[in-house]
């Protein structure tokens, strides 16, 4: 049973910073495509950056590149999403997803699995 669980939420003022992890167990052998997508309330859900487990291959939306980055620590099983210089704009529950790298990246319908999520706020 694959699992992923978020952390690192949390509520900061424009321009601050927040690091998110995502912690992966029973996880599909070989490389895996990780996710990480938000949500804010009447909006479609968005593709804000992806990894490749293998390769280590990034990908990330206009809105967030250069603020945002993320990283897969193998050994551990972790992916994080460090973000800074933050703005309102980018608040909303953040989940990461996985499976095995297939198509575009920021489609959700190509991820099997799901974290429950866990919210950033950004206040002006």
């Known amino acids: 049973l694959v699992r992923l669980v978020e952390s690192g939420g949390g509520s900061v003022q424009t321009g601050g910073s927040l690091t998110l992890s995502c912690v992966g167990s029973?996880?599909?052998?070989?490389?895996?495509?990780i996710g990480w997508f938000r949500q804010s309330p009447g909006k479609q859900r968005e593709g804000v950056a992806a990894?490749?487990?293998?390769?280590?291959?990034?990908y990330y939306a206009d809105s967030v590149k250069g603020r945002f980055t993320v990283s897969h620590d193998k050994l551990s099983n972790t992916t994080y999403l460090q973000m800074d210089d933050l703005k309102p704009e980018d608040s909303g529950v953040y989940y990461c997803a996985a499976d095995k790298p297939a198509g575009s990246w920021n489609i959700p319908s190509i991820y099997r699995y799901w974290g429950r999520g866990t919210q950033v706020t950004v206040s002006s």
């Open positions: 990894i490749v487990t293998v390769g280590g291959s990034t």
């Open positions: 029973g996880f599909i052998f070989g490389s895996n495509c």
